[in-house]
């Protein structure tokens, strides 16, 4: 079993900055890309980073290049995305995924486990 469990959401103001995590349980960690999304209200589910299973490589949306940076530790098995300058069409629910491929993916049927999200809120 997979577990996928965010933290680090919270209410911050415009320009600062934010620091996500997402703890992953179960086996074969190092083998899977993984990304973070973000669904504000009333919109789709929108791919913010990803990260390729060994940590070289990685994927951001246009809209938070040069702002945001996805990491990941193998020896904690968590992931991370580092929010900064955060701008008020930044705030929604972030959720941590896991791929089910090695090669990250900017596509949301790649991913097969999913965290419960975490609020971001920026206040202006």
Not at 33 to 48: C, D, I, S, T
Not at 50 to 56: E, H, L, M, N, R
Not at 61 to 78: A, E, L, P, Q, W
Request: glycine share 10%; hydrophobic share 30%.
């Amino acid at each position: 079993q997979v577990q996928l469990v965010e933290s680090g959401g919270g209410l911050v103001q415009t320009g600062n900055s934010l620091r996500l995590s997402c703890a992953v349980s179960g086996r074969t960690f190092g083998r899977y890309a993984m990304g973070w999304f973000r669904q504000a209200a009333g919109k789709e589910r929108e791919v913010v980073a990803a990260i390729y299973w060994p940590g070289s490589n990685t994927y951001y949306v246009d809209s938070v290049k040069g702002r945001f940076t996805i990491s990941r530790d193998h020896n904690k098995n968590t992931v991370y995305l580092q929010m900064s300058s955060l701008k008020p069409e930044d705030p929604a629910v972030y959720y941590c995924a896991r791929s089910k491929y090695g090669n990250m993916s900017s596509i949301r049927r790649d991913y097969n486990y999913w965290g419960q999200g975490t609020q971001v809120t920026v206040s202006s």
